[in-house]
Structures are given as C-alpha cells and as structure tokens.
C-alpha cells in the first residue's frame, strides 16, 4: 500500500477498513525485502559502554514482530538505535547498519526518523502530565501539516474510547488509559512503523488483554508494521507472528510465534513464570546458538 493510499485509509475511519487488510499481512510482505532491517549493529553508551554486541533482526511490512528478553538485555536500547533516540541519552550505533526501506537510517536525527515515518512509543508512557489527552494527541501530529488532524483524533478515540470520556489532564489517567493514549498518540503521527516498548507492563491482565487486542486491529486495519518490546512473552507472541529472543545484547533465537510458543526452553524461561529464578537461555545445553547473523 503506497502512503498516500495508507493515509487516506487511516483518515477514512476504522469502519472501511477492512479491504485494507489483506493487502498488508505479513505472509504476502514476507516475499520481499524487509520493511525495517537491521544488520549486525553495535551499540555503545558514553562512548565506551557497548550494549548491543552485533544485532540482527528484520521486520517484514505489515508484520507484528516481537522482540523479547529479560531486564537488561537490551531491547529499548535497540528501538532506540532505530528511532534515533540513542543520541539523547549519549548513545551511539558504532557498526553495523539500519535500513528503513531500503535506505540507511542510523546516525539520522530522530526528528527527521519520525517524518520518514517510525515513530517510538517509549517505556514508561511518557506523556505529559499537565496536558489533556487531545493535547497530547496534538503533540503526536507535529510533523503534519495537513487539515485531517481532527479526523484522526476522533479515530484514535474510536480505538480508545474511554480518552474520550476523560477530559481533564492526562496525568490523572490511570496507567492503562496512559498506555492508550501514547499509543493514539503514536498513531496521530500516521507512522509507518510503531516500535512500541512494553505496553503491558503495569497493566492488569484483563487491561493487558484489551490494549493487546487493540494492537493487532491497528495492525489489520491500518497496516501499520509494529515491532514490540515485551517481558510479557505470552501476551507478545499472541499477537505478534515472528519473534526474537535477545540476552546481552544479541539475538539467540528467533522463530515463528507459533515455533517460539512450541520451542522447549522458550516455554521454561520465557512463558513458564520461572521469574528470577531463570537461568541464562545462551547457556542452555539443549540450546544451539544460531550462527546465520555471524
Ligand atoms: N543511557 C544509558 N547509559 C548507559 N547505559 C545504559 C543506558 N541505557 C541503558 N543502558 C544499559 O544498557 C543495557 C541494556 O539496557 P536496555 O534498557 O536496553 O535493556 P532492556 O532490555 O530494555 O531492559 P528492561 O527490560 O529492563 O527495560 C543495560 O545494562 C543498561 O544498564
Ligand atoms: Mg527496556
């Protein structure tokens, strides 16, 4: 779907946009190159701390890709070589390349990421406090210049019903409802790529199954890519339909979500609720340590 037609489809509304959907699922996207690639990057914080040893991962047009692992491992700092953020936090790729279709994006300011069309939805929420949620939605329209904004507002709301109901300052919202409008304030950039870093945590289940389910219909029906950042492997392979594992800065697995669900010591370490207790997946006997990136 070429971007003019993917905006008029967004600005349409949700209710006609089912036809939109077959055009960009995953299956058919996977044939050709990737939406978003990234290839063997490094990454180092103030200069000397290297944080991601040789990523690889791609993320087809269309797809929900997943990318999991536990604290530490490095996976906002990946979104943020993608979205450009690294640089505000004195963080740099330092090999290795990111290709956003088909172009190289990192050492781009990440103003500049966002009009390409990749826009972050940080962890933690961040949005601001003192502001209404129609305020923040605004913020999210930044790079846009034209008259639609209005329109996608009311989308987002139909995504999301309950900002509507709330109208007073954003800082009031409860932590599920927080998530949602970073979300709809995501989407108000009408991105092409959404990376999205752990929308489920502080969520209860129940709210965790809501705002997940609202992510795979942005998906279907807007054709937006989404690459997701989750702890929550179960809740993340549920919607996603390919994920990576990484530990300590590298991918050590990746599969389909159905194979990552099936896989033995994806199930004992990531879906199992081994919780602390869990050893190190790369130590795993069992565990064949894939050298295609290599
Ligand atoms: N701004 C920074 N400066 C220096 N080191 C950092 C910075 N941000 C992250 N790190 C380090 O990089 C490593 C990876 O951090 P990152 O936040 O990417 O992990 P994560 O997988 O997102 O973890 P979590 O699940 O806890 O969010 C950690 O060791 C962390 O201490
Ligand atoms: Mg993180």
């Known amino acids: 779907m070429g971007e003019v037609e993917a905006h008029s489809t967004i600005s349409a509304g949700i209710k006609n946009m089912t036809e939109a959907t077959t055009i960009n699922r995953p299956a058919a996207a996977a044939q050709t190159a990737p939406l978003l690639n990234v290839r063997n990057i490094e990454v180092v914080y103030d ?23 536990a604290n530490g491992a490095g996976k906002s700092t990946t979104l943020k070589a993608i979205s450009g953020l690294l640089k505000t936090e004195d963080g740099e790729v330092i090999r290795g390349e990111i290709l956003f279709d088909g172009e190289r994006i990192n050492g781009i300011d990440p103003d500049k990421i966002v009009r390409r069309g990749i826009f972050q939805v940080m962890e933690g929420r961040r949005i ?145 609720g081994a919780g602390d207790q869990r050893k190190s997946f790369k130590n795993l006997k069992s565990f064949k340590r894939r050298k295609r990136w290599l």
């Open 128 to 272: 601001i406090a003192d502001m209404t949620s129609i305020e923040n939605l605004k913020l999210g329209a930044f790079t846009r210049t034209d008259k639609e904004i209005a329109d996608d507002i009311d989308m987002v709301f139909r995504y999301f019903p309950r900002l509507k109901e709330r109208t007073g300052l954003a800082g009031y919202l409860s932590g599920g409802e927080q998530q949602m409008l970073a979300i709809g304030r995501a989407l108000m950039a009408r991105p092409k790529v959404i990376l999205m870093d752990e929308p489920s945590m502080g969520l209860s289940p129940l709210l965790v199954k809501e705002v997940f389910s609202i992510i795979k219909e942005i998906n279907r029906d807007l054709g937006v890519t989404i690459l997701l950042v989750e702890q929550n492997a179960r809740a993340a392979l549920s919607v996603a339909s390919h994920g990576y594992i990484m530990e300590q800065g590298k991918v050590v697995l990746d599969g389909t979500a159905g194979e990552l669900r099936d896989n033995e010591d994806v199930k004992e370490f990531y879906l199992g």
């Open 47 to 69: 200069k000397v701390i290297l944080v991601l040893r040789g990523l690889s991962l791609e993320v087809p047009k269309g797809a929900i890709v997943a990318l999991l692992g």
